[in-house]
């Protein structure tokens, strides 16, 4: 069931003072996991192991987040996954884009900062899309929700606080929310809305 974080609260991690009222949902709470190594290099070089049939099932989740790519770009482990294959998948946030390697670099740094605060080393609660599942070049596009925040989705987040926007071309669930918050972050001047270089939509 969904529940609602009020206007005003307070993100634990960020510090970040919510603007409007943030859906959350009841997923079992995890101790925080700090510790783990960051897998940047492997997946900046391409070496993250390929996928097999049968080994990552599409239903909701625990997976842990094994490193940081850039600000939109993650990887993830899944433990219900074969455990004797030790696949790690590249993923992004499901109908989110943020400044990355290739793109809008302006603003990549601090958004890939904050990605590594809100991510890096944590165990999160995976969604999928009834849409699509994986990019075109293999990355899961997934929901994801974080314990450690009374799990809020943190694909709402992103496009609430302005640290990314909604592509455009591809479809997804809750694409119409999305336009909702970007509408308001770019009136607002929030995050890169805010910033020298805004991107061009």
């Known amino acids: 069931m969904l529940n609602a974080r009020r206007r005003g609260a307070t993100h634990p991690i960020e510090g970040i003072q919510y603007t409007r009222e943030v859906r959350t949902r009841g997923v079992p709470t995890v101790p925080r996991h700090r510790n783990a190594a960051f897998l940047c290099l492997l997946a900046l070089t391409g070496g993250l192991a390929a996928d097999t049939a049968g080994a990552l099932e599409y239903h909701p989740q625990w997976a842990e987040v094994t490193g940081i790519v850039d600000g939109d770009t993650f990887v993830l482990r899944f433990p219900e996954a074969d455990e004797g294959r030790q696949i790690e998948y590249r993923a992004n946030l499901m109908g989110v884009d943020a400044p990355g390697r290739g793109e809008s670099e302006c603003e990549a740094e601090h958004v890939a900062a904050i990605t590594q605060r809100l991510l890096a080393g944590r165990r999160v609660w995976i969604e999928w899309d009834s849409h699509d599942k994986r990019t075109g070049d293999g990355r899961l596009l997934v929901y994801v929700y974080h314990p450690d925040d009374r799990d809020a989705e943190l694909n709402e987040l992103y ?43």
Do not use: F, N, S, T
């Open 159 to 201: 496009i609430e606080q302005g640290w990314g926007w909604v592509p455009r071309p591809y479809p997804a669930d809750r694409k119409a929310d999305y336009l909702a918050l970007e509408r308001e972050a770019r009136a607002a001047e929030r995050g890169i809305w805010g910033g020298p270089c805004p991107p061009p939509l």
